[in-house]
């Protein structure tokens, strides 16, 4: 089943089969804010009150978008001998974070249920259309997200296709609020990772990669007891997984290939939440002096359609 509803006076659409009911509002970012376990009985995210509480606190819920995700130092950088200015969104360090559409309103363009019983919604945003944007990025994209729900698999494909005359510099993730229950004893994380980056005081990275140290023990599975983490992994050869566990449930969180990063963040230690944050550039990429297949850097030339998928599967024990 799939319905639009009212949420407290906000459209949004609810996707529920069998084993999830999830809760999209394609106006305030097209975020999907609650992910219902049917068999547990319990919400898996960190979920807003409303949406005034989404809408004024765009990164603390759900799984909000970032395009381009985390920071850029001072709002500033170059991309094929052309200036960007981006707004400063984090005073305290003045620089630039998560980006230019985690709040702007979606359009949806279709919605319904496949033949083999998937149920999907498609919707858009048009950049060009968007002052604000245009004015600190001034690229003719559209992004256009199809969330598919398949039994306890929830997809996320997205195409961002350039129909500007120049080549659009491109950084993409998502800052998905996984919940621990108080119980991070409970939890353990496996995420199969080759290095992290090194962070200055404004956790920006200073473009060396270290070697993993107390987190090595991240690659076969560690509980999340202790740890504090705001931490920027690359991924390396191996392939964009995170898998989040307790004893009666596997969370496996997945990008496709050009997700070349993670991020995950505790908010503190480890406690209440923690965020599982796929980037497809590290943060700060277009000003760190690393090749652009180490950084995630990458640009979509007039004409052409970039295409990611973010798939969340959800196993019970």
Not at 3 to 22: C, M, R, S, Y
Not at 32 to 38: E, Q
Not at 113 to 137: C, H, M, P, W
Not at 268 to 278: M, R, S, T, V, W
């Amino acid at each position: 089943m799939i319905k639009q509803i009212d949420w407290q006076g906000t459209p949004a659409h609810v996707l529920e089969n069998d084993f999830l009911i999830v809760s999209i509002c394609p106006g305030i970012g097209n975020n999907v804010y609650s992910i219902w376990d049917k068999k547990l009985q319990r919400e898996m995210l960190r979920t807003p009150e409303g949406p005034a509480a989404l809408s004024e606190q765009f990164v603390q819920f759900g799984t909000p978008i970032l395009m381009p995700p985390n920071r850029i130092d001072k709002g500033q950088f170059t991309f094929e001998g052309r200036s960007y200015q981006f707004d400063i969104t984090q005073p305290a360090t003045g620089n630039h974070i998560h980006g230019l559409v985690r709040q702007q309103p979606w359009v949806v363009k279709q919605a319904g249920e496949k033949e083999n019983g998937q149920l999907f919604i498609t919707s858009t945003i048009n950049l060009a259309e968007d002052e604000q944007v245009q004015r600190q990025y001034p690229h003719a994209l559209e992004l256009e997200i199809t969330y598919v729900l398949d039994g306890s698999k929830l997809t996320q494909t997205l195409k961002a296709t350039n129909n500007g005359n120049d080549s659009a510099p491109f950084g993409y993730g998502l800052h998905t609020w996984f919940l621990l229950d108080g119980k991070p004893e409970s939890w353990k994380l496996q995420l199969p990772v080759e290095g992290i980056w090194e962070l200055n005081e404004v956790n920006i990275p200073v473009g060396h990669i270290g070697p993993l140290g107390r987190y090595e023990a991240l690659i076969k599975g560690d509980s999340l007891k202790g740890h504090n983490m705001d931490t920027v992994f690359q991924i390396g050869s191996n392939p964009c997984t995170a898998i989040l566990s307790n004893d009666q449930v596997e969370i496996r969180y997945s990008g496709s290939d050009l997700f070349k990063q993670w991020v995950i963040f505790t908010k503190g230690e480890a406690h209440d939440f923690i965020c599982l944050e796929p980037y497809t550039w590290v943060t700060n990429a277009p000003n760190i002096d690393q090749p652009a297949e180490v950084t995630g850097l990458q640009g979509i030339k007039p004409g052409d359609t970039l295409q990611l998928e973010v798939t969340l599967e959800i196993n019970h024990f």
